[in-house]
Nanobody, 128 residues
Framework: QVQLVESGGGLVQAGGSLRLSCAAS????????VGWFRQAPGKEREFVAV????????DYRDSVKGRFTISRDNAKSTVYLQMNSLKPEDTAVYYC?????????????????????WGQGTQVTVSS
């Protein structure tokens, strides 16, 4: 079992920055895929970013490329999402998710259904 706790959300003006944290406990996630997803009101949960393994592949949805950066600190069992140049359309509840075992692009690391472990979410609100 893996427990995930997100933090770092808040209210920020357009153009500002936030850093989200996803702290893992229980079984280590050092070499597991960890993804960030978000869900806005009335919309489906969507993929934001993933780190496939420690030192391995990262990927982002097109609309956040160049603005968001995902990273890991294995010593702290924490995955971060640095979000810069925030836009009002980035407003959502952000969730981190993890799974055990390999998960690649063709096995769907961008699909929420591939992740059994989820945090409770943290609200990000970007004002215009």
């Amino acid at each position: 079992q893996v427990q995930l706790v997100e933090s770092g959300g808040g209210l920020v003006q357009a153009g500002g920055s936030l850093r989200l944290s996803c702290a893992a406990s229980g079984r280590t996630t050092d070499n597991y895929p960890v993804g960030w997803f978000r869900q806005a009101p009335g919309k489906e949960r969507e993929f934001v970013a993933v780190t496939v393994s420690s030192g391995g592949t990262t990927d982002y949805r097109d609309s956040v490329k160049g603005r968001f950066t995902i990273s890991r600190d294995n010593a702290k069992s924490t995955v971060y999402l640095q979000m810069n140049s925030l836009k009002p359309e980035d407003t959502a509840v952000y969730y981190c998710a993890a799974r055990e075992g390999y998960l690649g692009y063709y096995s769907g690391y961008f699909r929420p259904s591939q992740y059994p472990y989820w945090g409770q979410g943290t609200q990000v609100t970007v004002s215009s």
